[in-house]
């Protein structure tokens, strides 16, 4: 199995652009996070889904984000429009009912 | 709330020393996870703890769930450079068991 696939890997754009990230979850597992890192905030849980419910989403910043699982082998993290602040690692894993996760490669997102 | 508390923040050691991390919980945790991740890597699941003062052995690393199951440490006998990361604890969140929160981390660095 290639694991959890995460693309693109490097993502560089300029504030107020949309910016989409991808994920490729490992085939059978039933939940999927999105994460997003930081040095000052660490690991943060933005949200996750379930058999491609969402299940909670209280961890998204703002009105900016949304997330959508279309179906059990891909999802996407949208931001729109961008900020800076937003400049992060964005990290999706999934699981195979709990608790084990997963993590893909990462997207690293810069914002200018 | 909820509160986990992962300490220490930074650890220097030397080669061959022995590290300690901590997690320590305000509430009672149904079970705990260990993650390590490698610099510009991925976290990548080391074990998880579900007993009352359960203790699991991987090699140099040595896993502790407390009595009370609010708290929680890695041990890692020995350092090697390989060792080099940060560690996190991952906790279910008090309101949904399949909401997994991560701590702050544990970075190790490890002096030749």
């Known amino acids: 199995d290639a694991g959890v696939i995460q693309s693109p890997r490097h993502e560089v754009t300029e504030m107020g652009q949309e910016v989409t990230l991808r994920c490729k979850p490992i085939s059978g597992h039933d939940y999927l996070f999105w994460y997003r890192q930081t040095m000052m905030r660490g690991l943060e849980l933005l949200i996750y889904f379930n058999n491609n419910v969402p299940i909670d989403d209280s961890g998204m910043p703002e009105d900016r984000f949304s997330a959508k699982m279309p179906n059990a082998s891909f999802s996407t993290l949208k931001i729109q429009p961008s900020e800076p602040r937003d400049s992060a690692v964005y990290f999706c894993?999934?699981?195979?009912?709990?608790?084990?996760?997963?993590f893909g490669s990462g997207t690293q997102l810069s914002v200018l | 709330g909820q509160q986990v508390m992962q300490i220490p923040q930074y650890q220097h050691v030397q080669e061959g020393e022995d590290f300690t991390t901590y997690c320590n919980s305000s509430t009672t945790l149904s079970n705990i996870q260990w993650y390590k991740q490698r610099p510009g890597g991925h976290p990548v699941f080391l074990i998880q703890l579900v007993k009352s003062g359960e203790v699991k052995k991987q090699k140099r690393l040595t896993f502790q769930f407390g009595e009370a199951k609010k708290n929680s440490s890695l041990h890692i006998t020995a350092t090697q450079t390989t060792d080099v990361g940060t560690y996190f604890c991952a906790f279910p969140s008090m309101n949904r068991d399949d909401k997994i929160i991560f701590g702050k981390g544990t970075r190790l660095h490890i002096l030749p």
């Open positions: 894993a999934s699981s195979l009912t709990y608790p084990r996760l997963f």
